[in-house]
T-cell receptor, first 111, second 116 residues
């Protein structure tokens, strides 16, 4: 089976740092995506990790540990516009199977 | 112009009616997907198509059908709508030739469907 776990909700303060975790147990693994989704809008691509380690992209960084089945998304210098859901998704096959999405983490940034 | 478009953006219908949601893309991608999203349940895959002659069921295909009329068009039909099909529906595309990002999915703006 395919299982991807993320916290349902998180709250953080403007200007702070927040880490959103994702753990996965899937029948195969190629890589892991993070998407951002504002309420009522389409998900948009944030990052894709294939190799172990941290990848930084501006205020956002994503980390992957393949051996632990674990990833996190790190958001620095939080802004109010970062209030959104963050979806973790895993590619499990050889390129012929669709992404498997987690249920998402709803992040609220407060002043 | 948007690369992935969906029509209509909002739809209200009655139980038992047949409706069609349409998706068009100008990205030139072979792969297209239909998802529904309910509050707290994340994205659930309904159907997907890897090329014009390929149709595959996702995790929640019952009550839905699809048609891949061309590379650029993928339609989702509800043969006889029921209230628990009220949801936000997303179309997405991907390109297996997109080196290093083969499974990246690009989403349309969504269709909000209400079944009364």
């Amino acid at each position: 089976g395919q299982n991807i776990d993320q916290p349902t909700e998180m709250t953080a303060t403007e200007g702070a740092i927040v880490q959103i975790n994702c753990t996965y147990q899937t029948s195969g693994f190629n890589g892991l995506f993070w998407y951002q989704q504002h309420a009522g809008e389409a998900p948009t691509f944030l990052s894709y990790n294939v190799l172990d380690g941290l990848e930084e992209k501006g205020r956002f960084s994503s980390f992957l540990s393949r051996s632990k089945g674990y990833s996190y998304l790190l958001l620095k210098e939080l802004q109010m516009k970062d209030s959104a859901s963050y979806l973790c998704a895993v590619t499990t096959g050889s390129g012929n199977t669709p992404l498997v999405f987690g249920k998402g983490t709803r992040l609220s940034v407060i002043a | 112009d948007a690369d992935v478009t969906q029509t209509p953006r909002n739809r209200i219908t009655k139980t038992g009616k047949r409706i069609m949601l349409e998706c068009s893309q100008t990205k030139g991608h072979d792969r297209m997907y239909w998802y529904r999203q309910d509050p707290g349940l994340g994205l659930q895959l309904i159907y997907y198509s890897f090329d014009v002659k390929d149709i595959n069921k996702g995790e929640i295909s019952d009550g839905y059908s699809v048609s891949r009329q061309a590379q650029a068009k993928f339609s989702l039909s509800l043969e006889s709508a029921i209230p628990n099909q009220t949801a936000l529906y997303f179309c997405a595309t991907s390109d297996p030739r997109d080196r290093g990002l083969e499974e990246t999915q690009y989403f349309g703006p969504g269709t909000r469907l209400l079944v009364l």
